[in-house]
Nanobody, 122 residues
Framework: QVQLVESGGGLVQPGQSLRLSCAAS????????MGWYRQAPGKQRENVAG???????IYSDSVKGRFTISNDNDKHTVYLQLNSLKPEDTGVYFC????????????????WGQGTLVTVSS
């Protein structure tokens, strides 16, 4: 069974940094793209950043210049470096994978992780 497992959330003060990780477990052959979404209390889930298996990246305007997404295709892992954190960055960060294929040929159009909580507060 394949799944996405996030780690790295926590409580930090404004201006500090965090690094989130998301690893896809299982017999993965390929993942076309991975990314991060977040959901703040009382708000809808929003796209934060994404990266393709060719390492093309995209960011939301609210995090551009502060967050950096990267990946390790061999490890089927995506990272999100969060710098200069602000209170409005608080929320549950979800990992997302698009078009995942296993070595057995099973295909998953998309997959979500359970989420990791980031709290930015003084």
């Amino acid at each position: 069974q394949v799944q996405l497992v996030e780690s790295g959330g926590g409580l930090v003060q404004p201006g500090q940094s965090l690094r989130l990780s998301c690893a896809a477990s299982g017999s993965i052959a390929r993942i076309n793209a991975m990314g991060w979404y977040r959901q703040a209390p009382g708000k809808q889930r929003e796209n934060v950043a994404g990266i393709t298996d060719g390492s093309s990246t995209i960011y939301s305007d609210s995090v551009k210049g502060r967050f950096t997404i990267s990946n390790d295709n061999d490890k089927h892992t995506v990272y999100l470096q969060l710098n200069s954190l602000k209170p409005e960055d608080t929320g549950v960060y979800f990992c997302h994978a698009v078009r995942m294929v296993t070595v057995d040929g099973d295909s998953y159009p998309e997959l979500w992780g359970q989420g990791t909580l980031v709290t930015v507060s003084s």
